[in-house]
């Protein structure tokens, strides 16, 4: 199968959620973001960072449920919290995916080890179609949580990424809605991310 056999079009980097099933029968939902594929018939890439979750559930069930979702309290929880669920789909999802996950590669950077996916489409659905808007709130809280998945990885600055994340916070609460504003205050909350310049 190929990525056009996707539900949505995908372009870059697209983030997402993926719900992977554990040893203990519950679905653990993660951030994932999805690499599309450069040239037409390559298929879409993932790449998993350290001993999550995902990559061990990768490997054992050989795949999961991609979803997309525009609400942003569910990809604090992915990204942030440990969160597990009697079944794949998200309320808020969009449209899902299931696919089967092929690792093709693997390496290591500064101590930490990744492994990238290749994500083979098995069957999706579109639940509801709707209008894009543009929101630089939502587009923030999204960032924060790949900063703040970061803020342990000895590959990346740590200064660099408390910056950012002032930066995230301000632009939510200047361009955010409430959700927007509820979904960063987890996110600070579960993350302690104001704490680390004073660690």
Request: proline share 5%.
């Amino acid at each position: 199968m190929t990525a056009e056999k996707w539900p949505v079009d995908l372009r870059g980097v697209t983030e997402s959620v993926v719900a992977t099933l554990g040893p203990n029968d519950l679905w653990n939902v993660a951030a994932l973001g999805l690499h599309a594929p450069e040239s037409e018939g390559e298929p879409v890439t993932a790449t998993t960072w350290g001993n999550t979750r995902t990559r061990r559930n990768f490997h054992r069930q050989g795949g999961g449920v991609v979803q997309f979702t525009q609400d942003p309290r569910e990809f604090v929880a992915a990204a942030a919290t440990i969160h597990e669920r009697e079944g794949p789909v998200l309320a808020s999802a969009d449209a899902w995916v299931e696919v089967e996950a092929k690792q093709v590669d693997a390496g290591e950077d500064e101590g930490t080890r990744w492994e990238r996916w290749e994500l083979l489409p098995v069957e999706s659905r579109v639940v509801r179609e709707s209008v894009p808007t543009i929101n630089r709130g939502f587009a923030a809280v999204i960032d924060a949580t790949v900063a703040v998945s970061r803020l342990d990885v000895p590959a990346f600055d740590t200064e660099e990424l408390l910056d950012r994340l002032e930066y995230f916070a301000e632009t939510v609460e200047k361009c955010g809605g409430p959700r927007e504003v509820a979904a960063f205050e987890t996110l600070s909350e579960v993350s302690g991310w104001r704490e680390y310049r004073d660690g």
